[in-house]
């Protein structure tokens, strides 16, 4: 069955609002990763979050391992950060990465 | 810094055919993976190699074929392509945690 769930699967904001994005995990996690794809782009590493809070400019990421979640928040959002926006997981050190469906953002001005 | 290299960037092919993927990389990374990704749909890995001459298979490797001749090269090869098929195919590399990737071949079957 599907091991990870990014919810909501689109979104749509006016410029300025905020974003809060969710990887929910039904298996144990080591590390996860957050993504973000322009659309017709190719993938760029926001955050290798295994565990706690990163920020970065306007992007916070938090994950909390025993809970077994994820969640990106976007403050101010911008026009710039539409696109999609990807969780990926690892079950082990040294295991492969699985990604979720993805979160499609469209922010209009 | 480094780059990862995708060549073609289209790829339009008939049904039947044999169809090759090129990804270059130049951070010297040893692990390169190969991804799939269709409309609306998060990646799923085809196949990857954890240093030269090594090929893993990923959750979706039936159909394809893999080479890692060189450290820096990757190639992936759609054995008998689908009539209508179409997706994105993403090569990646990695030295640790971290994954980078390549801009990706679009692929259009007739």
């Known amino acids: 069955g599907q091991q990870v769930q990014q919810s909501p699967a689109s979104l749509v904001l006016q410029e300025g609002e905020n974003a809060e994005l969710q990887c929910n995990f039904s298996?144990?996690?080591?590390?996860m990763q957050w993504f973000y794809q322009r659309p017709g782009g190719s993938l760029v590493s926001l955050f290798y979050?295994?565990?706690g809070t990163k920020q970065s400019g306007r992007l916070t990421s938090t994950t909390v391992i025993k809970e077994r979640r994820s969640s990106l928040h976007i403050s101010s959002s911008q026009t710039t950060d539409s696109g999609t926006y990807l969780c990926?997981?690892?079950?082990?050190?040294?295991?492969?990465?699985?990604f979720g469906a993805g979160t499609q953002l469209i922010v209009i001005p | 810094g480094g780059i990862i290299t995708q060549t073609p960037k289209f790829l339009i092919g008939q049904e039947g055919q044999k169809l090759t993927l090129k990804c270059q990389q130049n951070f010297n990374h040893d692990t390169m993976y190969w991804y799939r990704q269709d409309s609306g749909k998060g990646l799923r890995l085809i196949y990857y190699s954890i240093t030269e001459n090594d090929l893993q298979k990923g959750d979706l490797s039936e159909g394809y074929d893999a080479s890692r001749e060189k450290k820096s090269s990757f190639s992936l090869t759609v054995t008998s392509a689908q009539k209508n098929e179409m997706a994105v195919f993403l090569c990646?590399?990695?030295?640790?945690?971290?994954?980078?990737f390549g801009p990706g071949t679009r692929l259009l079957v007739l």
């Open positions: 990926a997981w690892r079950g082990s050190a040294l295991g492969r990465l699985h």
């Open positions: 298996t144990s996690l080591n590390s």
């Open positions: 979050n295994p565990s």
């Open positions: 990646a590399s990695s030295s640790g945690d971290t994954q980078y």
